[in-house]
């Protein structure tokens, strides 16, 4: 009998949930231990938190001279910049240049930082500034003191390497659950489509909405996990890479789309934008829908997507 195999752990400073359908459970959990070596792996290539990562020598030589990578961090690098094009800067991996003094999200942040500090120090995030070169495979950012970070699309990558690396060792049905940033593959152990919930911004616990979905990826930004209040009003983890500063306006962003990568990617720049602009650019995206609740608990939807 098909069983759904599952095993939680700790990888890139986050909580992930590994499945596999299988009849055999030593089979499936070897399958398991595959797809977290697999993000260890990645983790090793990106992360920030080691002097030695790849991540870090690029950031360690800004201003001085291109650093040459593997083509895997080459072509995120080159993806992340994509995605930035498109959302005309509202999606930047060069947001690692803002010191943490400027928006540190703990119990003693009483005030927002003085907008014209903020913008002094935003004017090092630019991804125009990364500069890629194909022949040689290296990656070099202009301006001494930028840093480059992967933490808006990492997890959505990784959920989506380790998703390949099951399938291709045979497992038909699957989830790979990145804190929130998921991955579905197959069916239920009864056939049926994995049902997964959208968490409600009040009260995490509790799904507002249920999606029946298989071979589909979602990820949901929101405010609920990180924030301060000041004046009263909630600012999210979120900083606009134009102003420095935090976002307010939106509880949730939720992404559904193929690529766990993608879905990871455009959550916290429709942050960013706004409701109506940030629709309007989920609206134009094949094969994406969004939805979105802003502060007053109003819920807004691209055309694609109909919920109960």
């Not at 089979?27 to 797809?35: L, P, S």
């Not at 990578?69 to 991996?93: H, M, W």
């Not at 990364?130 to 699309?153: C, H, N, Q, T, Y």
């Not at 909630?234 to 766990?260: E, F, Q, R």
Request: proline share 4%; net charge neutral; with cysteine.
């Amino acid at each position: 009998m098909k069983i759904l195999h599952k095993r939680v752990c700790r990888l890139m400073g986050n909580r992930f949930e590994i499945s596999a359908v299988s009849e055999d459970e030593t089979w499936a959990q070897a399958r398991i231990d595959e797809a977290i070596a697999e993000i260890q792996r990645i983790e090793a290539l990106f992360t920030t938190f080691n002097d030695n990562s790849q991540t870090n020598r690029i950031n360690a030589n800004a201003g001085i001279s291109p650093v040459k990578v593997d083509r895997e961090v080459f072509e995120l690098v080159k993806r992340s910049l994509r995605i930035s094009e498109v959302t005309q800067g509202a999606f930047d991996i060069t947001y690692g240049s803002i010191d943490k003094s400027l928006w540190n999200f703990d119990t003693q942040m009483t005030a927002l930082p003085d907008p014209k500090t903020a913008r002094q120090m935003v004017r090092l995030i630019n991804y125009r500034n990364v500069i890629l070169d194909e022949a040689d495979g290296s990656v070099f950012l202009k301006e001494k003191g930028m840093r480059i970070g992967f933490g808006g699309i990492g997890k959505g990558y990784a959920a989506e390497m380790a998703k390949r690396l099951m399938i291709q060792r045979g497992v038909e049905n699957g989830i790979v659950n990145a804190s929130g940033d998921l991955t579905t593959w197959g069916t239920q152990p009864n056939g049926e489509p994995w049902t997964i919930g959208i968490a409600h911004p009040d009260a995490k616990e509790q799904p507002f909405s249920y999606f029946n979905i298989s071979n589909i990826s979602v990820a949901t930004s929101g405010n609920y996990e990180k924030y301060v209040m000041i004046g009263g009003r909630k600012y999210s983890h979120t900083i606009d890479p134009k102003t420095g500063l935090p976002v307010s306006g939106i509880k949730s962003v939720t992404i559904i789309c193929p690529n766990a990568e993608i879905a990871d990617a455009m959550a916290t720049p429709v942050t960013v934008m706004g409701v109506r602009v940030g629709l309007d650019l989920i609206n134009q995206m094949q094969g994406m829908a969004c939805v979105i609740i802003d502060d007053t608990n109003r819920v807004f939807t691209s055309k694609n997507i109909k919920i109960s």
